[in-house]
């Protein structure tokens, strides 16, 4: 397998930073012009929130970013220094900032990987590990959070219903059911029969209207084979660790928002309960979210889901909520990108050369 070196590097492009901020900007303009409840005071609602919990909330998100970084380590078999796995961390965020959640980052984290000196086959078996854990959260995490919040997790939406004709509950099952169906397939194409998985691609894409793709399918196939060579015979000891980091890490990511809701109106332990599991339900149907990092897509579900909490702290706490959990990642991945280019291209390439002369 070949990467793509130049559309790797069309998506991990700093200039990139300026459609979702411009996406986002342009919905809180919106909301501003269409929606009478929000306007200046809304934004001087800021004033109103408890510091400590704010604190406790940028004190999550650092605890999430440190679990990325435990993780891919321990994924990786410890092959990447703590400091390489920041930079893994924060440009493969940045990837997934700047490209639709529908795509995701997922041949940029291969090429960074790769490019850390990790082999292409572990590459890819290290990333696709990486995503069939992050789907197996939400698919069997959702049913366990139904439960637990006793099916008080749709809200109702006139907005949903009369403009997009569905309702947001099938919006989600819709997401929960095609992820559902992508996590099986590849966990079991990855660690069952990857042969089967790959002679299945090629008769598929031999029908006549989808021919054109099938060399690019089996070239997959082939990734799929070499991944599933490269995870074979992984003991207990490998996997439990790496499944505790992705609970930690998606929990954390959720809990950063009941933070920051606390931190304007007081919640039951009840409430939390709800205010987590609407995080999970709205986190999947923003995963198929056409824009980059969901950007519009996020604002807009965020006041569909969270308005009965928070009342006229929708609109700042939103606007906090993206602030925290989505622009660091773009701004960090800007300020990144360029050291890392150096260091992984013109430095090692330096390091090669003057090694090859000295041994001359």
């Known amino acids: 397998m070949k990467l793509d070196n130049k559309k790797i ?5 700093p200039n990139k930073v300026w459609v979702p901020v411009i996406i986002g900007l342009a919905i809180v303009f919106a909301m501003f012009y269409f929606d009478p409840s929000v306007n200046k005071d809304s934004l001087r609602a800021v004033f109103d929130a408890s510091m400590p919990w ?21 994924i990786t078999n410890r092959e990447l220094s703590w400091l390489r796995a920041v930079y893994v961390i924060i440009l493969w965020e940045f990837a997934s900032a700047v490209t639709p959640s529908v795509v995701g980052g997922t041949a940029v984290a291969i090429f960074i990987l790769n490019k850390e000196g990790i082999k292409l086959g572990r590459a890819i078996a290290y990333v696709m590990v990486t995503a069939i854990l992050d789907n197996l959260f939400f698919v069997i995490g959702a049913p366990i959070i139904l439960f637990f919040a006793k099916g008080n997790i749709f809200p109702e939406s006139q907005v949903l219903e009369s ?26 194409a990855l660690f069952y029969r990857p042969r089967v998985f790959k002679w299945v691609l090629i008769k598929l894409f031999s029908i006549k209207w989808l021919r054109k793709w099938k060399h690019d399918a089996q070239e997959y196939g082939n ?9 074979t015979g992984k003991k207990a000891s490998y996997w439990i660790p790496i499944i505790l980091a992705t609970i930690f890490i998606w929990s954390s990511r959720y809990l950063m928002l009941n933070a920051l809701i606390s931190a304007f109106v007081p919640l039951e332990i009840y409430e939390h309960v709800i205010v987590f599991a609407r995080q999970v339900i709205m986190w999947i149907v923003m995963m198929i979210s056409p824009t980059p990092g969901s950007s519009g897509t996020a604002e807009f579900f965020f006041g569909q889901f969270f308005t009965e909490f928070l009342g006229n702290y929708t609109f700042v706490t939103s606007i906090l909520w993206r602030l925290l959990s989505y622009y660091p990642y ?14 992984v291209f013109f430095q090692k390439k330096k390091s090669n050369l003057d090694q090859n002369a000295s041994e001359a």
């Open 9 to 13: 590097f069309q998506t991990l492009n």
């Open 54 to 74: 704010i604190l406790v909330a940028i004190l999550v998100i650092i605890f999430r970013d440190a679990g990325y970084v435990y993780r891919i380590r321990e």
């Open 163 to 188: 403009q997009l004709g569905k309702s947001l509950e099938a919006i989600f099952w819709v997401s929960y059911g095609l992820y559902a169906a992508y996590s099986l397939v590849m966990a079991l």
């Open 223 to 231: 990734q799929i084979i070499d991944a599933s060579k490269e995870m």
């Open 330 to 343: 773009l701004i960090f991945g800007a300020i990144f990108l360029p050291r890392w280019i150096r260091q």
